[in-house]
Nanobody
Framework: QVQLVESGGGSVQAGGSLRLSCVAS????????IGWFRQAPGKEREGVAA????????YYADSVKGRFTVSQDNAKNTVYLQMNSLKPEDTAMYYC???????????????????WGQGTQVTVSS
């Protein structure tokens, strides 16, 4: 089992920045990839970024490319999502997710992930 806890959400004005954290515990050695997802009210869950833990490859949705950066601190079992130049349309609940020791072929697809955090709210005002 893997447990994930997100933090760092909040309310900011457009153009501002936030850094989200995702701390993993449990069988963390089994994690190949951490994904970041968001879901706004009435919308489907969207994959925004992902990071392969061992290889270091990262992936981004077009909607956040150039503004969001994912990084990791393996010593702290933590993955970060740095969000810059935030826009009102970035407002959503943000979740991190981990795979279950599996090959991840579509790192921005929710079906690839077995473990999910409880989410942290990000609100961007214009």
């Amino acid at each position: 089992q893997v447990q994930l806890v997100e933090s760092g959400g909040g309310s900011v004005q457009a153009g501002g920045s936030l850094r989200l954290s995702c701390v993993a515990s449990g069988y963390t050695y089994s994690i190949n990839c951490i994904g970041w997802f968001r879901q706004a009210p009435g919308k489907e869950r969207e994959g925004v970024a992902a990071s392969f833990i061992r290889g270091g490859s990262t992936y981004y949705a077009d909607s956040v490319k150039g503004r969001f950066t994912v990084s990791q601190d393996n010593a702290k079992n933590t993955v970060y999502l740095q969000m810059n130049s935030l826009k009102p349309e970035d407002t959503a609940m943000y979740y991190c997710a981990a795979d279950r020791d599996s090959w991840v072929g579509a790192p921005l697809a929710a079906f690839e992930y077995a473990y999910w955090g409880q989410g942290t709210q990000v609100t961007v005002s214009s």
